[in-house]
């Protein structure tokens, strides 16, 4: 049975550039690895949830120890990830510190041959990235929230700009 996982894409405008925050996974896994690595904060969804938007909260907050920031939360759809697990995620801009971010932890057999159980935090690095940058470190299955994000941007930045609004009826 295919898992489903929620997720929150916090971004932050600098210098109007749009910039994601991404987490690396922590553990003996990931160590060494880099590049394609890097998700969205992120988990699964479990029976205690009351919704995948619920999830994508809970989960944020486990991840960097912080609630995901007050304001409108953009719906980015889904993506099936090379596991065969769906990813459901929202953006919000917001702008936290991440040298204040904590994140909780997993416990499991490393090495596994010993038996010996350790506990490794599930996240170990916050990073906020630009476009080309984020593209580069995150799992490649995810990149489409980010182009989505920037799509639904730019159409906002769009109709926002002068001459846009609705002027009325211009016969009178």
């Known amino acids: 049975m295919a898992r489903?996982?929620?997720?929150?894409?916090?971004?932050?405008?600098?210098?109007?550039?749009?910039?994601?925050?991404?987490?690396?996974?922590?553990g003996p896994f990931f160590a060494h690895k880099d590049l394609g690595n890097w998700s969205?904060?992120?988990?699964e969804v479990d029976g205690t949830d009351?919704?995948?938007?619920?999830?994508?909260?809970?989960?944020?907050?486990?991840?960097?120890?912080?609630p995901v920031p007050a304001g409108a939360r953009l719906e980015l759809g889904?993506?099936?990830?090379?596991?065969?697990?769906?990813v459901w995620a929202w953006a919000v801009e917001g702008d936290i510190d991440t040298t204040t971010m904590t994140s909780n932890f997993i416990e499991f057999d490393w090495p596994p041959i010993i038996g010996h159980r350790n506990r490794?935090?599930?996240i170990d690095r916050w990073?906020?990235?630009?476009p080309v940058q984020a593209r580069s470190h995150m799992k490649p299955?995810?990149?489409?929230?980010?182009?989505r994000l920037e799509t639904a941007l730019r159409a906002r930045a769009a109709?926002?700009?002068?001459?846009?609004e609705s002027r009325g009826d211009e016969r009178k």
Not at 40 to 43: A, F, L, N, S
Not at 78 to 86: E, F
Not at 127 to 130: L, M, P
């Open 4 to 26: 489903t996982s929620a997720g929150i894409l916090l971004y932050r405008v600098r210098d109007g550039a749009i910039e994601a925050l991404l987490v690396h996974p922590g």
């Open 40 to 43: 969205i904060p992120k988990g």
């Open 50 to 66: 009351d919704g995948l938007e619920t999830a994508a909260a809970r989960e944020f907050e486990e991840e960097t120890g912080h």
């Open 78 to 86: 889904w993506v099936r990830q090379r596991s065969g697990k769906t």
């Open 120 to 122: 490794f935090p599930e």
């Open 127 to 130: 990073e906020y990235f630009g």
């Open 141 to 147: 299955a995810q990149i489409p929230f980010l182009d």
């Open 159 to 164: 109709s926002e700009a002068p001459g846009t």
